[in-house]
């Protein structure tokens, strides 16, 4: 308003003395370019203004769907703000908190689609949801689970094993081995007497690369699958409940099953049925 009247009051002096027309014409056109350039200008942090205060309403809007995370979140956004404000001169610190902000946005994005990795070793949530299966295991076991089968984890998970068997839950395992000997049949030998319906892939049946997976499948409703790198070793374990996923390991679980043979205790490593009977039927889970 203030340039408005400003450039009204200009023009208005210079019609009234004796100027070219062609100067006015100039300057009007200079006044509104610079009066065009100030609306622009005064646009744009408008905008900007809204749009923070659009964001701000946004992070209300989120906070109020889960108000017991009230402490944690502004705990969090003070201490963003501490970091950033200290370390504004440091590159290395400064990025390694917007890292880490986007670390956590990524792990709860995750969790949000129905997914989550816990370390190595983090088996709490595992036995939690095994002790819990009322219809069905599907599952398999790779080379590298025969001295974890021995350990006490693993003789603390079979036991559980045991249970669900002795409570009519159907737990089918297919073991991914490259050879058959007297360590391996102890483990698989401690399986069937625990009720287990034990398949063995036989060390000579081709297997696609992209089967060659370590999961369990609790009630067709949960998958706890490994996280191995590029060199093999396990680095962490899935937990999804994400349907995409677990329908694609229930997939794999059954192509792996047309591939193998039921174990038959006591038998020379290489000796199957001749005819294998297709294992028993697994109920179908009600809804989770």
Not at 11 to 20: Q, R
Not at 171 to 184: E, T, Y
Not at 252 to 258: S, W
């Amino acid at each position: 308003m203030v340039i408005g009247v400003g450039a009204s009051t200009v023009l208005a002096v210079l019609t009234s003395l004796s100027i070219p027309t062609s100067v006015v014409l100039g300057l009007l056109v200079g006044l509104v370019g610079a009066t065009t350039t100030l609306q622009i200008d005064t646009l744009l942090r408008l905008e900007k203004r809204f749009s923070a205060d659009d964001s701000r309403l946004m992070l209300l809007k989120e906070i109020e769907r889960a108000p017991e995370m009230l402490p944690s979140l502004t705990a969090i956004a003070a201490a963003t703000a501490e970091a950033l404000e200290r370390h504004a001169d440091h590159e290395e610190f400064s990025g390694a908190t917007h890292d880490t902000i986007e670390t956590a946005r990524a792990q709860l994005a995750g969790l949000a689609d129905g997914r989550m990795v816990l370390e190595d070793g983090n088996t709490r949530w595992m036995m939690a949801r095994l002790a819990g299966c009322q219809h069905s295991v599907l599952a398999t076991s790779v080379d590298g689970d025969l001295n974890w089968w021995l350990s006490p984890s693993g003789q603390a998970y079979l036991a559980v094993n045991a249970q669900l068997c002795s409570s009519n839950v159907v737990v089918q395992r297919i073991f991914l081995v490259s050879q058959h000997d007297a360590a391996l049949r102890d483990v698989l030998d401690a399986q069937v007497r625990a009720g287990v319906q034990v398949l063995v892939l036989h060390p000579t049946q081709p297997i696609p690369a992209a089967l060659m997976r370590n999961f369990a499948i609790y009630d067709e409703a949960y998958l706890v699958e490994d996280e191995v790198n590029a060199l093999g070793s396990v680095t962490g374990y899935l937990h999804s409940r994400n349907v995409t996923d677990v329908n694609d390991a229930v997939r794999a679980f059954e192509r792996l099953r047309t591939l193998s043979q039921p174990y038959v205790p006591n038998a020379a490593p290489s000796v199957a049925t001749a005819t294998p009977a297709p294992p028993a039927a697994v109920p179908s889970p009600s809804a989770p």
